[in-house]
């Protein structure tokens, strides 16, 4: 089972590609994606930021 460090790691990245798609959403002007897209940012920053953590035994 991976660890915090990696849990974290991995959902930081998705915030990344989020923030990537918003761009090009906003450019395009297109509010479905952009509502979809501030839905999944919430779902994982629920998880990052959850306490306890993920992991029983945290690494950090």
């Given at each position: 089972m991976?660890?915090?460090k990696e849990i974290n790691v991995n959902?930081?990245?998705?915030?990344?590609l989020l923030d990537r798609l918003?761009?090009?959403a906003r450019?395009?002007?297109c509010e479905p994606v952009l509502q979809?897209?501030?839905?999944e940012r919430k779902l994982i920053e629920r998880k990052?930021?959850?306490k306890?953590?993920?992991t029983e035994?945290?690494?950090i």
């Open positions: 991976p660890g915090e959902l930081f990245e998705r915030l990344d918003e761009r090009v450019k395009a002007n979809e897209i501030e839905f990052l930021y959850q306890p953590p993920l035994n945290s690494e």
